[in-house]
């Protein structure tokens, strides 16, 4: 409904379109909420919940209650009243107006005339709200916002009453609370609310000042006027509670009571628990708790407001009448609430920040939840199409601010409760029903058939109704729980025989677990019983090494070389068993070495039983031409190889390239062949078994001391071998221990002579000498068990006796040899063992 107006002088171009009623409420957002399933789920074997919906359709007939259509009810909208704060003039760069000052105007008339027409003057270029008659208003925008289309004039009409900017504190008392506070002294509770943005006169609406008092203290004044203490005449008495709701930096919500020995106080099922009321006999006395309890509540200075208050402040003042007055009518008890809400601000406006912007959150929060409560009766009244029924009287003072740089604050509260005064109410007339019915309980048999009387039913009758009615409900309660027995036991039973299934699963199931721990179990020791027993053997073994090695770890320190210390074990016990001991103890040049020769000569240890000379080229080759190979086959694995290559360089590369390869599941040992020691500290043994090895007499040496060298060679004689000692210590030592000692290996034993070699007596046998003899003696070894396959390149057959005999391999044959096994006579390197 709209209907064009002549716009306000102050904005000519706006159309103005009439509000009121115009809102329409939102459908509540029932969507919002989750829908319950109605029908159970099929997973869930259902046990059908309490019939409380049944027991709660029993119609019951109910206490007499009083026929409200007979009830002097009046249905009435909420009273909706309208406050325009007087306009302040806002001096440019103000950031923060001062509110008029109350009773400072100029005490000379002249100038008060003067201020006043200035004042006005103002007001007419800088209000946005004009009064057009007693319950209507015209919201004109300021000439800034005009421009847009959407922005117009407006017309809020219907309210109560609109109070002008000039209407002064009692006038709003006598139109708006005077007809609550005289309907309380009657016995009839009331409430007035005050809405509005910040600053606009909320709290001087309800409290005023001491010059010019608000609602709270005029309607004091009317309750008390003309008594000083509890009305003698009517036996009334009165008490004030005074409570505030806040936030503390706008995290939660708290409650706290105002009163002079108040606390905190929380809500039990919607009673405000812990308040304190306090007996007022006066209204100085009410007024005096009601300054101590402003003075305690939450306020802050803002933009818009210098005092702004952060809480919702309640104020209760409640009258009882135990008795009757004088004219003997009843006095019912009766309750006068005053509200006056924190007011909802703009960051922009307030210029709140941090935790001050927290609380305005707050505020603005609480502010739209009281709106949308209103809301939400109104929706509640369209369904019905029934007005609320309410015990008491309500009302709603808005409060607005006039000034053109209000206007959106302004026009946002009325836009937003302007439609609240279409919220009907039936007032019912007896609000102490409820208590007189609960009384009836209480009341003295033989009081109760007068009271039935007074109601006009008959006591028989009632009597009937009411064992019938107790008669149902116990029925329907045995029933329902009989249901709910029923299915109970169902359940258990189903419950039992579930458990019965799962108890002999689970027996069954560790039963098979059982069996398969034990077997595992069985397993583990198994194996923890042959590893222990690897271990004993291996420490065994570990012992003898020890033993054997200490003596010449002794002689290592003597000798101060860690190499003769590392390498001596290493043969002692497997003799060339391990590629590294091979290489301590046979890949030694001990001839005619030359460093470039021996930079040029590697050792290939730990190479397969099985392992030829080509197999062993085609590992090598790569790395670059090689001038020889010595393939080594002793009696027992593994073998090894020398290889010389033409460049040094070349073994250096074949040594990073092959060192540690894994040849046919073999790592092998690629390192460089050491040249060998010599020492005149000789010992000549005779007596050898002829299976003897060089090895198998080194083996026997070396109890006595270091040997660095060991040889075997066969003659008409015998078999005779030459050991060297690197100490004559060891070497006196030798002849001493192991002269006339068994020798034995593994095919023979025989008892051998150990004598100091006489270097002049036999020449001939004299490792150096010997070499010229290597090939007799090494035919004459055909008995032994190792072979010895030699290779020579193109350079090997060139090259002349003396070249060989320069080089680590003496006994270059012209062809790729397979020699004659010759392992045996190990007269010279490689074919004489020399450790280190
Ligand atoms: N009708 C009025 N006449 C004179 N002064 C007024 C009037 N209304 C408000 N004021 C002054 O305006 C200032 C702000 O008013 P008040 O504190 O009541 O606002 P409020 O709505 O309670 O604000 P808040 O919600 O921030 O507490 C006060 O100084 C008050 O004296």
């Keep these: 409904m709209e209907e064009m107006k002549i716009p306000p002088l102050t904005c000519p171009k706006t159309v103005t379109v009439r509000r009121n009623p115009h809102w329409k409420a939102s459908p509540m957002p029932s969507t919002a909420f989750p829908q319950i399933p109605t029908s159970p789920s099929k997973n869930l074997q259902e046990i059908s919940s309490f019939p409380s919906d049944e027991i709660l359709s029993i119609q019951i007939p109910q206490n007499p209650q009083p026929d409200l259509s007979q009830a002097s009810s009046t249905s009435k909208n909420l009273n909706v009243f309208l406050r325009i704060r007087p306009l302040v003039l806002v001096k440019s760069g103000d950031r923060n107006p001062k509110p008029r000052a109350k009773n400072v105007w100029p005490k000379n008339p002249a100038k008060r005339v003067a201020v006043k027409e200035k004042s006005a003057k103002d007001k007419c270029s800088k209000a946005c709200i004009t009064v057009d008659d007693s319950q209507s208003v015209t919201l004109s925008p300021p000439l800034a916002l005009q421009t847009s289309k959407w922005i117009r004039s407006e017309v809020y009409q219907g309210f109560s009453y609109v109070f002008s900017a000039d209407s002064s504190q009692g006038e709003v008392y006598e139109k708006m609370l005077s007809p609550l506070v005289e309907e309380f002294m009657r016995g009839k509770s009331g409430m007035l609310a005050a809405l509005g943005p910040s600053g606009s006169g909320k709290t001087h609406t309800i409290f005023g000042s001491v010059r010019d008092p608000g609602m709270v203290p005029l309607a004091l004044q009317r309750i008390f006027k003309g008594t000083t203490s509890i009305d003698s005449e009517s036996r009334r008495s009165f008490y004030l509670s005074i409570f505030e709701i806040y936030s503390v930096h706008g995290k939660g919500e708290r409650m706290s009571d105002l009163s002079l020995h108040g606390g905190d106080l929380f809500m039990q099922q919607g009673t405000v628990k812990g308040l304190q009321e306090v007996i007022i006999s006066d209204a100085a006395e009410a007024e005096l708790l009601i300054s101590c309890a402003m003075l305690r509540r939450a306020t802050a200075m803002t933009n818009a407001n210098s005092q702004s208050s952060r809480s919702q402040c309640i104020i209760n003042i409640r009258s009882t009448a135990s008795k009757r007055d004088g004219n003997n009518v009843p006095v019912k008890d009766a309750v006068l609430t005053i509200v006056d809400l924190a007011g909802a601000g703009r960051e922009k406006r307030t210029g709140n920040q941090g935790s001050r912007l927290l609380e305005s959150n707050f505020i603005n929060n609480t502010s739209m939840i009281f709106g949308l409560c209103l809301r939400a009766l109104m929706e509640h009244q369209k369904k019905p199409r029934k007005p609320l029924e309410k015990h008491f009287q309500d009302s709603l003072i808005l409060t607005v601010k006039s000034g053109e740089e209000d206007y959106l604050d302004t026009s946002y509260v009325l836009k937003q ?127 003898i090494y020890v033993d054997i090695d200490s003596p010449n770890a002794k002689k290592s320190e003597i000798n101060g070389t860690i190499e003769n210390y590392d390498f001596t074990p290493s043969q002692d016990q497997d003799g060339n068993r391990n ?258």
């Excluded at 005064?421 to 208590?435: A, G, Q, R, T, Y």
């Excluded at 048999?445 to 009387?453: D, F, G, T, Y």
């Excluded at 790395?623 to 073994?651: M, N, S, T, V």
């Excluded at 006489?758 to 068990?785: A, I, K, L, V």
Aim: positive net charge; contains cysteine; hydrophobic residues 30%.
């Design 579 to 836: 590629g590294k001991r091979v290489a301590a103890n046979e890949g030694k040049i001990t001839h005619g070495t030359t460093s470039s020769c021996a930079s040029r000569t590697l050792y290939v240890g730990n190479l397969p039983w099985d392992s030829c000379e080509r197999e062993v080229e085609d590992l090598f080759y790569k790395y670059g031409p090689i001038a020889d190979i010595d393939l080594k086959i002793p009696p027992r694995p593994p073998c090894y190889a020398f290889i010389e290559f033409e460049e040094a360089r070349d073994a250096e590369d074949a040594i990073r390239g092959r060192d540690g390869y894994d040849f046919d599941g073999h790592r092998l040992l690629v390192e460089l062949a050491h040249v060998g020691r010599r020492s005149e500290y000789r010992v000549l043994v005779s007596g050898l078994p002829s299976s003897a090895s060089w090895q198998d007499l080194k083996d026997h040496m070396r109890p006595a001391g270091y040997v660095c060298f060991s040889q075997v060679f066969r003659d008409g004689s015998g078999t005779t071998g030459i050991v060297d000692y690197t100490s004559y210590g060891d070497m006196k030592h030798a002849i001493r221990k192991l002269n006339d000692s068994e020798f034995r290996n593994a095919f023979s034993r025989s008892y051998v002579r150990v004598r100091e070699y006489d270097h002049r007596q036999d020449h001939s046998r004299s490792p150096s000498r010997g070499r010229s003899h290597s090939r007799g003696w090494s035919e004459s070894c055909s008995r032994s068990h190792g072979r010895s396959y030699r290779s020579s390149r193109s350079r090997s057959r060139s090259k002349s006796p003396e070249a060989k005999s320069s080089c680590c391999s003496p006994a270059r044959s012209r062809s790729k040899s397979v020699s004659s096994p010759s392992h045996s006579v190990h007269q010279f390197m490689p074919q004489t063992h020399a450790p280190c």
């Design 417 to 543: 409760a302007s439609p609240y005064m279409k919220i009907k109410f039936d007032h019912v007339e007896d609000p102490s029903n409820l208590v007189s019915n609960k009384r009836q309980f209480h009341m003295p048999r033989v009081e109760q058939p007068k009271r039935m009387k007074s109601s006009g039913l008959e006591p028989d009758a009632v009597d009937l109704a009411k064992k019938e009615r107790n008669h149902r409900i116990t029925r329907n309660f045995a029933k329902a729980i009989w249901n709910v027995l029923k299915d109970y036991k169902e359940k258990l039973k189903a419950a039992e025989s579930e458990m019965e299934i799962l108890r002999d699963k689970l027996s069954s199931e560790m039963e098979i677990l059982r069996d398969k721990l034990s077997s595992e179990m069985e397993i583990l020791r198994d194996k923890l019983s042959s590893e222990k027993m690897r271990n004993h053997e291996l420490e065994k073994q570990l012992k």
